[in-house]
């Protein structure tokens, strides 16, 4: 119930605390999780339960706006990663 011990992961607090709040935020994520692209749901996996934020945060985005674009009805599809040059 307590607050994220120092240094914790974001992912590793949200995923140990018992707050009715992280439960709700698990919820979402995972329902969102489920319509994710399936051939990216690994990658997409593994950077969530990074501890490095970095990582975890660029997920979360990912995620995020995956389920934004679908709930205004788009569909999406990831064939070729994108890289900073």
Known sequence: MG???FAESDFHWLNR?????ANHIRDLLERWFHDFISSAKSDLRSRMRSADDRQYM?????LYFHALGRY???TMDITQPVVPA
């Open 72 to 74: 205004q009805g788009y």
């Open 3 to 5: 607050p994220a011990d």
């Open 17 to 21: 605390s018992a707050r009715p709040e």
């Open 58 to 62: 660029s997920a979360f985005y990912e």
